[in-house]
């Protein structure tokens, strides 16, 4: 509504509850616009230091860190082993550098003795070459019976052309742990080799190996739902152009990864996993992790983000003494787990009536109030970004700092995370998988590369013992923790 300054004059006179009914709309909408500019605002300036969103979404700006300064001088530390080049005392090749002829007079120096020798080593490798080995089975008729004999040929040789193990496992390498496409490990076989290899090969190779790792996944499985603490997440996931979910689950010593085109609990319940567990599972609050019967634990250092991002865009009191309440109670249990396997009763209770206090400080800064609409409607307000947080630290205090309570509990769901970033590379060189099938065989075989390698395993060795039919196998009563 749109008044002159003489009709506001008359009203003044005439009807001064419909001014004051003017301004009162007038003043909600004011409201709302200052709300949703500073809502946007907010957005503009979140960043992965302060909000969920991936560091790849950082614009080019100046930001601050969470990091606290350490006590320690920049560098390496005192007592670092460092690694460098050593000589060796028997090297493969030596070559021998005379003396013939004296610089200085030119006279000829071949039958003086050597005083001393300086030494200089060079580490290389010996030019690659492709070696072809030849199988040869004979062919013999029993002079007794006549039954036809034939030599066997080992496991593995079954064309009268074929890649042995050898190159098949750098393909699968490449491929899976160093994230090469296709037409770049075609490129270097060609370069370094001298072979001419086809995509179709590569992906052969693929193919064989995750078959031969069906039964070492089945065990994987079977122990993730057995693990008392397991790790989950989940980010996007592109399979022939259409977006599906990547999830993970995992722990210190084993990993699991899986597709499905949900995001939500058909995608978890079809790969099998969440159904069956009954620990603790760490997330960052997903809401579908929330529907299995399980103990839940939140991690930390998302919620510390967004807290940051609340204080730095919101200006906000509560999310500031949040923040430090979590890092003191992280410092506390940190330095009493040297030692103890419990902070006292009585921390517990201070920290918690403290965490209460906090939310209730919170609830002050964010009253819940109506939305006064046009055309005089009313409703519940859409709530804001520091509102939507509150809540969440109000209805999971337990979730939130279970690290407290638990020490086998860990305070952040970094294990996830780190184990899902590189998966996001693969995303970003190559882009979609071609075939559902395709997506299969990296998930497999790339789970257990990580899971290898978690376990101190050579990558290329188990490679090949996967091509051999015996991939390495966890102890699986080494890899519940």
């Keep these: 509504m749109s008044l002159k300054r003489a009709e506001i004059r008359v009203l003044c006179q005439t009807n001064p509850d ?60 005192k007592g670092h082993v460092g690694r460098t080049l050593e000589m060796v005392d028997n090297p493969d090749k030596t070559i021998s550098h005379k003396v013939t002829t004296c610089e200085g007079c030119g006279e000829s120096l071949e039958s003086v003795p ?164 009954k620990g603790t599972m760490v997330h960052d609050c997903w809401g579908t992790y929330f529907h299995y ?33 979590i890092h003191e109670i992280k410092k506390v249990v940190d330095s009493a787990k040297l030692k103890l396997s419990s902070i006292s009763r009585e921390q517990i209770a201070d920290f918690e009536l403290r965490y209460a206090r906090i939310i209730e400080q919170g609830k002050q800064e964010n009253p819940v109030t109506e939305d006064i609409r046009p055309g005089g409607k009313r409703g519940r307000k859409k709530q804001s970004t520091p509102k939507n947080l509150l809540d969440r630290f109000e209805r999971y205090p337990t979730e939130i700092l279970a690290f407290m309570y638990d020490f086998s509990i860990p305070f952040d769901n970094n294990q996830a995370e780190r184990d899902i970033r590189m998966m996001k590379v693969q995303q970003k060189i190559s882009g979609t998988f071609r075939s559902e099938e395709g997506a299969d065989w990296f998930c497999r075989i790339r789970g257990y590369i990580s899971t290898v390698r978690k376990n101190g395993r050579p990558v290329l060795a188990s490679i090949t013992d996967a091509f051999d039919a015996n991939p390495f196998i966890p102890a699986l009563s080494q890899t519940s923790g």
């Design 18 to 77: 419909e001014i004051i009914a003017l301004i009162e709309t007038y003043e909600a909408r004011i409201a709302q616009l200052e709300a949703r500019i500073t809502e946007l605002e907010a957005r503009f300036n979140q960043t992965s230091k302060n909000s969920s969103k991936p560091p790849s979404s950082d614009v080019f700006v100046s930001q601050k860190s969470q990091r606290k300064k350490g006590n320690r001088p920049a560098g390496g530390q």
């Design 114 to 277: 050597v005083i001393g020798l300086e030494r200089r080593q060079v580490y290389d490798t010996q030019p690659i070459i492709v070696a072809v080995t030849e199988h040869q089975a004979e062919h013999k008729q029993c002079p007794h019976c006549g039954y036809h004999n034939r030599g066997k040929f080992p496991d593995g040789v079954e064309h009268p052309v074929q890649y042995g193990q050898i190159l098949k496992t750098l393909m699968v390498y490449l491929s899976v742990f160093q994230l090469i496409p296709y037409e770049r490990i075609c490129e270097l076989f060609s370069d370094v080799f001298g072979l001419s290899i086809s995509k179709a090969t590569i992906a052969l190779a693929l193919k064989n190996c995750n078959n031969n790792l069906a039964d070492y996944d089945k065990i994987v499985k079977q122990a993730l739902t057995r693990a008392p603490v397991l790790h989950v997440d989940e980010t996007g996931f592109r399979v022939t152009a259409k977006r599906h979910w990547l999830h993970i689950a995992s722990t210190a010593l084993l990993t699991w990864y899986g597709h499905h085109k949900t995001r939500g609990k058909e995608g978890t319940d079809e790969l099998q996993i969440l159904p069956a567990f």
């Design 293 to 325: 019967d399980c103990h839940h634990a939140l991690c930390n250092a998302h919620l510390i983000r967004e807290l940051t991002g609340i204080s730095e865009n919101f200006g906000q009191i509560w999310s500031d003494q949040m923040n430090e309440l």
